[in-house]
């Protein structure tokens, strides 16, 4: 093999387009090919299979479950989650994680409340605004993990802590209201298509632009090349901590853009709500079938994963069971998943 390790210009050339399909070859092969094909949309249909058994579950346990307005309130929470679950499978397909999901999502929604109602921007530039200060803690975490070599689980755990601490400092630990702007709540709670709020449409648009971004883009290939082998991709030529800056800030878009969405469905800036959203939005993503090892993953399956985690909260609600039990059984599920996780790659080895 004559190509340089330390090549940056060949990220287009046919040598390295031929080292990362190996690559991607490589991670098939590790998937079980044809029996990893069918691996994963198992587990995609046991997933579809669980949510459907929650649903009835809940249905027939409690009356007020299936309502539309009910319905209507799962759907919105699986906006918020859905969105962040997006973001952080492209991360986890990376070998990576993001523990500052929740908290940074609560930055951006304080700094979307600081740009329209303490500084009376735009609307539209205080959307911008705020999905702009999402990529740029991705784009922080990102530099950490791929620059700085941290491990992702540390970068993204000091994120948490540093957004957590600012959402409080700008905010004055007080709510930030957007009564002077009646149209930001219609991002989330507005209905162009009767019956279905916007937050869900915004979500759908979102994962539609996830799958193309995977599935139909050089940075999706470099994605599943860099989770597979990323000591193969970098020698193939690959600039992979370039592409992991990147994965990590438009992860941090999809937090940012999941903030402005949850302010909008409150109608309000909460500096202390978001912890905890970033483990049901990892749940999520293992759920559907997302490989905490890296090089595996599905979008279809993180909707799936979302929807699982907001019906099982919901329905816990609706039962009147304590908060403190609901995180009893959310970290449960986290454990299952990681477990049935776990060995589906070792029966993949």
């Given amino acids: 093999m004559n190509a340089q390790p330390t090549s940056r210009k060949g990220d287009e050339s046919p040598g390295t387009t031929t080292l990362i399909a190996t690559a991607i070859a490589e991670e098939k092969r590790s998937s079980g090919g044809i029996k990893g094909v069918l691996s994963r949309s198992l587990q995609q249909s046991l997933a579809f299979g669980t949510l459907i058994v929650l649903i009835a579950f809940f249905a027939i346990a409690s009356p007020n479950f299936f309502t ?21 499978t492209m991360v986890i397909i990376t070998g990576g994680i ?32 705020g999905i702009a200060m999402g990529a740029l803690i991705g784009l922080i975490n990102g530099t950490g993990v791929a620059i700085l070599g941290l491990p992702p689980f540390i970068a993204t755990l000091a994120m948490m802590m540093i957004a957590q601490g600012l959402a409080l400092v700008i905010s004055g630990v007080a709510p930030i209201y957007f009564s002077g702007t009646p149209a930001f709540k219609e991002i989330a709670l ?96 293992i759920i559907g079938g997302t490989s905490l090892l890296g090089g595996r993953g599905s979008i279809i399956g993180t909707l799936i994963g979302a929807l699982i985690m907001s019906v099982l909260l919901n329905g816990l ?17 986290i454990l299952v998943a990681v477990f049935v996780d776990s060995l589906r790659n070792r029966r993949s080895a």
């Fill in 68 to 88: 539309w307005s009910n319905i209507s309130s799962i759907l919105l929470s699986t906006a918020v989650v859905g969105i962040l679950a997006l973001g952080t």
């Fill in 98 to 129: 993001d523990l500052s999901l929740g908290t940074g999502m609560t930055l951006c929604s304080v700094m979307t409340g600081v740009f329209i109602t303490n500084m009376g921007l735009p609307l539209w530039v205080g959307v911008i605004g």
């Fill in 190 to 285: 507005g209905a162009l298509i009767p019956g279905l709020p916007n937050g869900v449409l915004i979500m759908l648009a979102v994962a539609l632009v996830a799958y193309l971004l995977l599935s139909k883009t050089l940075m999706g290939r470099y994605t599943f090349a860099i989770g597979s082998n990323e000591e193969a991709t970098r020698l193939s030529g690959i600039n992979t901590r370039r592409w992991k800056i990147l994965i990590y800030t438009a992860a941090g878009a999809f937090t940012g853009l999941a903030g402005v969405v949850m302010a909008a469905r409150l109608d309000s800036a909460q500096p202390q709500l978001g912890m905890g959203y970033e483990l049901q939005a990892i749940a999520a993503v």
């Fill in 317 to 333: 609600r609706i039962l009147s069971i304590q908060t403190e039990w609901q995180t009893v059984v959310t970290g449960l599920v």
